[in-house]
């Protein structure tokens, strides 16, 4: 059990820019969660995957967003044509959540990837 | 819909002197409570939960935190602090039939001092 994996750590981009990030969660984790946290502030929910099912999205989530986790193992976050309002720590963390038993509430969270948009 | 209020953004203690981080939840139904610590460019570790049963959670690096329904806090505490212990503490609110969606507190910056 390696953890929760982000990739990249750290990324530059011009506004107007796409980017994308990966998340590789716990691999017997059936959830998925993508977080954004700006500076001086906590973690903001952004969206979240049971399997390969995107279930629910917040309302931060703009149309310049989406979000996959194609084969219900690691995920991406695409942005689209970047503004400077989207520099931030992109958090993804993953958790089990068995169906009809007891849940555990406790996630595991990834290093994040810093995106600064310049 | 829940939320977290954490009093003071920042707490500075001297080494070896208690630590207390203020959390109040605000939930219509009952509540599951969380501390979080994140260390700079680092993802949150989770330091504690309250999920049910006992009201005193005792967590790891010696943190301990009390659910306090009548209060509706979840205040953090450690009875001696250690430089290792700067970073920023995030409380978090989640409740059942939320799909264990986080709301977050602004987080308090412990400083440690000698």
């Known amino acids: 059990d390696t953890g929760v994996s982000q990739n990249p750590r750290h990324k530059i981009t011009k506004r107007g820019q796409n980017v994308t990030f990966r998340c590789d969660p716990i691999?017997?984790?059936?959830?998925l969660y993508w977080y954004r946290q700006t500076l001086g502030q906590g973690p903001e929910f952004l969206t979240y995957?049971?399997?390969?099912?995107?279930?629910?999205k917040s309302r931060l989530l703009s149309d310049r967003f989406s979000a996959e986790r194609p084969k219900g193992s690691f995920s991406t976050l695409e942005i689209q044509r970047t503004e400077q309002g989207d520099s931030a720590m992109y958090l993804c963390?993953?958790?089990?959540?068995?169906?009809?038993?007891?849940?555990?509430?406790?996630?595991?969270f990834g290093s994040g990837t810093r995106l600064t948009v310049v | 819909a829940q939320s977290v209020t954490q009093l003071g953004s920042h707490v500075s203690v001297s080494e070896g002197a208690l630590v207390l981080l203020r959390c109040n939840y605000s939930s219509s139904v009952p509540p599951y409570l969380f501390w979080y610590v994140q260390y700079p460019n680092q993802g949150l570790q989770l330091l504690l939960k309250?999920?049910?049963?006992?009201?005193l959670v005792k967590g790891i690096n010696g943190f301990e935190a009390e659910f306090k329904k009548s209060e509706t806090s979840f205040h953090l505490t450690k009875p001696s602090a250690h430089m290792s212990d700067a970073a920023e503490y995030f409380c978090?609110?989640?409740?059942?039939?939320?799909?264990?969606?986080?709301?977050f507190g602004t987080g308090t910056r412990l400083q440690v001092t000698l």
């Open positions: 978090a609110v989640t409740i059942t039939g939320t799909a264990s969606k986080l709301t």
């Open positions: 309250y999920t049910t049963g006992a009201t």
């Open positions: 963390a993953s958790s089990f959540n068995p169906r009809g038993g007891r849940r555990d509430y406790g996630y595991t």
């Open positions: 995957f049971q399997n390969e099912a995107q279930l629910e």
């Open positions: 691999s017997e984790h059936n959830r």
